[in-house]
């Protein structure tokens, strides 16, 4: 699990085709490595991957075809930046929402604007997916967990403050730019247990 609290913004520095598969290498910047085992779960860009190989600074890990296939992962080339998370710890904080790095879908940023020093993104979702967005419910867009403020059909916005632009990708994505979209898991069990003349 995680929490959508980006820890670093690290940098694709190989993408190996394996079979169908691709090796990817990340490099580090800010996370310590440290504490990061083989083995150990990381979220990469909102995707949650098992560290297979561990060097310095840099680690890797296999993605799958079906992985590459439903998520933007299948975008990246060497030099692509990517937020970072490790998996959250017994006694870690939680300061933001129960991520579990499964992405539910590709969303796209339909218009970006500035409000103030913040910037304010529009995001169309998968029409499936629009009846687990909700005004002020919880959303991890590329890893980052974010607070919905409006909604309009399947499309939501969000505000980047500017902490978050400048310890996140967010804040370089521009109108057209894809995103690996998880919605939040109370929605989506509460969602759940409406009886289906109550779902759209």
């Given amino acids: 699990m995680f929490t959508g609290i980006v820890q670093d913004i690290g940098e694709a520095r190989s993408l190996e085709p394996r079979g169908g598969d691709v090796r990817l290498t990340v490099a580090c910047r800010r996370l310590d490595l440290s504490r990061v085992q083989l083995g150990d779960s990381i979220c990469v860009q909102g995707c949650c991957l098992t560290v297979t190989e561990r060097s310095g600074q840099a680690f890797a890990a296999d993605v799958s ?71 002020k419910g919880s959303v991890a867009v590329d890893g980052v967990s974010l607070t919905i403020n409006e909604v309009a059909d399947t499309v ?45």
């Fill in 65 to 135: 075809r079906e992985t590459l296939s439903l998520t933007t992962l299948g975008d990246l080339v060497a030099g692509s930046p990517v937020n970072l998370e490790p998996a959250l710890r017994a006694g870690d904080p939680l300061g933001g929402h129960l991520v579990s790095g499964h992405v539910d879908g590709v969303a796209r940023v339909v218009a970006a604007s500035e409000e103030a020093r913040s910037v304010r993104l529009k995001i169309e979702v998968p029409a499936q997916l629009a009846r687990y967005i909700a005004r």
């Fill in 156 to 200: 939501f916005g969000v505000n980047i403050i500017p902490h978050t632009q400048a310890v996140t990708t967010l804040g370089k994505l521009a109108v057209g730019a894809r995103v690996n979209l998880e919605v939040d898991q109370v929605a989506r069990y509460l969602a759940s247990l409406l009886p289906p003349s109550l779902q759209r």
